[in-house]
């Protein structure tokens, strides 16, 4: 496991990621007049402009040179763009659709998904506390997921995605803005033919519903880059297990948001999910404090 002085320098940029995507379906709400399948596209569309000016500002272009002719580094964005391409849509698409709570379910999830994939895959380890507060949390996941197996598909692939994007995103020789400044000219011609093809529809395009509706489109640039520079520097900073723990915050907020702001209802089986998660959240913290001291004695 990493220092803890870097899992600190770490967890401010997390937390800050978390933050915003856990505010995002109040977001959604300016924009539920745009299809989901237009708004992801303009999401990429007025992400690249603000990442350009982002490297311009600080003078990244010889980092953004050297990810463009590292072969290997490309093909990786390209798998991380059509990830979370892909979870954006999924993300839009449930939250559109009523589905708050399938949101907030994949997002459970994910912190299971990238824990596996960090032992898997990276070969982390989890210390016993840990693997307790892991099996709370998937027990809480299951109890959740039993009531609600008509939009389970919605969950288990927002999380996969998602789960696959940060593991990308960890092991690319990209920093956190050259990578979403190329993962956004790799999905920019899908992106293009989407958005002329709406315009072209009876309905036209999304930025013509209006000033309101198009600055809320507009801002869907910073709404994305910021987060996900946050997330991607995070990832590097910290080990892929415990970046996946606090996965839960975002997902919590949202989960809130449902029950307060959309007015689903509650159910027996998501308060038990919800009590669960929040104790294996504080099993995991309790341990990464108390391995802190540890370290900080010896």
Not at 12 to 30: D, E, F, K, R, V
Not at 94 to 104: E, K, L, P, V
Not at 235 to 248: D, N, S
Request: charged share 10%; proline share 5%.
């Amino acid at each position: 496991m990493k220092r803890p002085q870097t899992i600190r320098s770490g967890l401010p940029l997390a937390l800050g990621a978390h933050a915003i995507w856990g505010s995002m379906p109040l977001y959604l709400l300016l924009v539920q007049s745009v299809a989901p399948l237009e708004f992801v596209a303009w999401r990429v569309v007025f992400t690249l402009p603000l990442c350009l000016v982002l490297v311009m500002v600080l003078r990244g272009w010889g980092e953004l040179h050297a990810v463009l002719r590292n072969g290997r580094a490309v093909l990786t964005l390209f798998g991380s763009a059509a990830m979370v391409a892909i979870n954006w849509w999924l993300y839009v698409w449930a939250i559109h659709n009523g589905h708050i709570y399938a949101a907030s379910l994949g997002y459970y999830i994910l912190p299971l998904m990238m824990m596996l994939l960090g032992l898997a895959v990276l070969g982390e380890r989890l210390t016993r506390r840990q693997w307790a507060a892991v099996a709370l949390a998937a027990l809480g996941v299951g109890i959740l997921a039993a009531g609600a197996l008509t939009t389970m598909w919605v969950s288990v692939a927002m999380a996969v995605t998602f789960g696959l994007y940060g593991l990308l995103r960890k092991t690319v020789a990209a920093g956190p803005l050259a990578g979403l400044t190329v993962e956004s000219l790799i999905l920019l011609p899908i992106a293009l033919v989407i958005v002329i093809w709406y315009a072209r529809e009876p309905a036209g395009s999304a930025l013509t519903q209006g000033w309101g509706v198009a600055l809320a489109v507009a801002w869907s640039g910073p709404m994305t880059a910021v987060p996900l520079m946050l997330f991607a520097a995070a990832a590097r900073r910290m080990p892929y297990t415990v970046i996946g723990f606090l996965q839960f915050i975002s997902p919590t907020v949202v989960f809130i948001l449902g029950l307060t702001v959309f007015g689903e209802e509650l159910r027996p089986a998501q308060l038990g999910c919800y009590i669960l998660i929040w104790g294996a959240a504080a099993l995991f913290s309790w341990d990464l404090l108390q391995g802190r001291k540890a370290k900080a004695a010896s």
